[in-house]
């Protein structure tokens, strides 16, 4: 009686088995093993040795096709991090901004100092179940005092966490953040819906990083004080506030007109950016009365050595 021919075992079959000893997977979850070799394209072949290394040597998969040169250390850093849900990008080459660090170099210490301005955030704005939700406005005396890169990275570090965050590019004066997100500035945005002109389509997701979500100026209007004084601008806000967790509001310096407090003001928060030697203390502590003035909960002053 002729036997029948085994069939050649799947790379899922092959990978079914991995860690059971050391790990527990919740169900419908990828191993670490699954995740490198999607994401380098191992054939079964690479696989197999792979796993025969792990067996012989008593390591975990990672370790063995790091041995064995069929992927690197920050592949396994990477994989383990999908594991974790901690979305970054892998290659920050194809990948986003250089300057979104908190994304692309998420081990370094300037994404770890965001990290830490996300923790005194939370505690100063969402710890309180009680208290009213507020939209955080990053707000400066000067161009060039480094809102644009702070903003984007704030919001970046908050979509680490659960629950949606949503950054607005609400500098209708010099925007940025659509540079920052690879988006077009001649598309809708904000000016669009504050100009009355309603369009859908105007927020964007951010793929790499999947709890992420960025709303960019679109075409930079002739009256931006304006715009943002009209009532739907407050509407607005607290429409979003309603359907995000976290909103990050980028603004116009303070040197370019009034927007910036107006911008405040309808988000109910603030953080203050300044540069080290370069801003000027009497002018900062302007920026402060007006907060006041505005009943702005100023949150943080944040100082750029840059």
Not at 137 to 158: E, H, L, R
Not at 167 to 174: E, G, H, K, Q, T
Not at 241 to 256: G, W, Y
Request: hydrophobic share 40%; aromatic share 6%; with cysteine.
């Amino acid at each position: 009686m002729t036997e029948a021919p085994q069939s050649k075992p799947t790379v899922s079959t092959m990978l079914e088995s991995e860690f059971q000893d050391t790990t527990q997977q919740a169900p419908g979850e990828r191993t670490i093993g699954e995740i490198i070799s999607q994401a380098n394209s191992l054939t079964a072949e690479q696989i197999e040795k792979v796993l025969a290394y792990q067996r012989e040597h008593g390591v975990r998969f990672g370790e063995a096709a790091v041995a064995l040169g069929l992927a690197s250390s920050d592949d396994v850093l990477w994989a383990l991090a999908q594991q974790f849900h901690y979305p970054y990008s892998q290659d920050s080459a194809k990948g986003l901004h250089p300057d979104l660090v908190v994304a692309n170099q998420p081990f370094s210490e300037q994404a770890e100092g965001f990290r830490t301005i996300r923790s005194h955030l939370i505690m100063k704005l969402f710890s309180d179940p009680d208290q009213p939700k507020q939209a955080i406005s990053v707000i400066s005396p000067d161009t060039g005092d480094g809102k644009s890169y702070f903003a984007a990275n704030v919001a970046a570090a908050f979509s680490q966490l659960s629950g949606k965050t949503l950054l607005i590019d609400a500098d209708m004066r010099n925007p940025r953040q659509h540079e920052i997100f690879g988006l077009s500035d001649k598309g809708a945005g904000l000016s669009t819906i504050l100009s009355g002109r309603a369009a859908s389509n105007v927020i964007h997701h951010v793929r790499e990083l999947p709890s992420l979500y960025v709303l960019p100026v679109g075409v930079v209007p002739p009256n931006p004080l304006e715009l943002v004084e009209r009532p739907a601008f407050g509407l607005l806000i607290r429409e979003l506030l309603a359907k995000f967790d976290r909103i990050i509001v980028d603004t116009p310096a303070a040197s370019l007109g009034a927007d910036y407090a107006v911008i405040a003001a309808k988000c109910g928060a603030a953080v203050m950016m300044a540069r080290r030697d370069k801003s000027n203390l009497h002018v900062m502590q302007n920026l402060s009365s007006t907060a006041r003035i505005g009943q702005v909960n100023l949150v943080g002053v944040i100082l750029n050595d840059h």
